[in-house]
């Protein structure tokens, strides 16, 4: 069964380093999500990917944050200079239509020290 | 604002004893309500999508009806395996873009 998968499974980086967290969707679906959780705290929309731009971005996305569709099959959110309250999970999904059904992605935890 | 509000917070049961968790809403433009199971440091895994009040979906032990207000997420004669956190997010919809909105989640264990 396809599922969306999510690299690095943990990242620990330093305060004010860049990272680049890679997702690589379903491969017929079109719409494409990065959603975070702070540990104990409520699964929280960051931003939707739509033919090549971004169609909503939350208030949490700010110019620190990029995504991007390099290729064919890989999604990527870029956070430019990591702050300690950027540490979470970091979940991607994907959905091949409106209104259908998003998959998640197993996560990478980002640990900002 | 759209909001959703998951009831209880966490749940403890015996295995077979029966019970079932509660997700309010208040959202503008729902397309939408769907339930999702989450282990501990994993992503959501998908469970059901519900469109419309009076709707009903069933898998194995697990039942989610759909009313304007709420769904339940009704759990029949639980196993240990179906210790989880329960997710419910609705799809909602503002200038033709779709997200969902989480709630809290509950925390289910299940004693054998």
């Known amino acids: 069964e396809p599922e969306v998968t999510q690299t690095p499974s943990h990242q620990v980086t330093q305060m004010g380093q860049e990272v680049i967290l890679r997702c690589v969707p379903i491969?017929?679906?079109?719409?494409f999500y990065w959603y975070r959780q702070i540990l104990g705290q409520k699964v929280e929309f960051l931003v939707s990917?739509?033919?090549?731009?971004?169609?909503?971005k939350s208030e949490i996305f700010d110019d620190q944050f990029s995504v991007e569709r390099p290729d064919g099959s890989n999604f990527t959110l870029k956070i430019r200079s990591t702050k300690l309250e950027d540490s979470a999970m970091y979940f991607c999904?994907?959905?091949?239509?409106?209104?259908?059904?998003?998959?998640f992605g197993p996560g990478t935890r980002l640990l900002v020290l | 604002e759209d909001q959703v509000t998951q009831s209880p917070e966490a749940l403890r049961l015996q295995e077979g004893e029966s019970s079932s968790l509660n997700c309010s809403y208040t959202v503008s433009g729902l397309r939408g309500l769907f339930w999702y199971r989450q282990d501990p440091g994993k992503g959501p895994e998908f469970l059901f999508t519900?469109?419309?009040a009076g709707e009903e979906k069933e898998k194995e032990r697990l039942k989610a009806t759909l009313t304007k207000k709420e769904s339940f997420l009704h759990i029949t004669a639980p196993k240990p395996e179906d210790s989880a956190t329960y997710l419910c997010a609705v799809q909602v919809e503002i200038q033709g873009a779709q997200k969902l909105v989480f709630g809290q989640g509950t925390r289910l264990t299940i004693n054998p």
């Open positions: 999904a994907s959905r091949r239509d409106r209104g259908e059904t998003q998959y």
């Open positions: 491969s017929n679906h079109l719409y």
């Open positions: 990917f739509y033919n090549n731009e971004i169609s909503e």
């Open positions: 519900l469109y419309s």
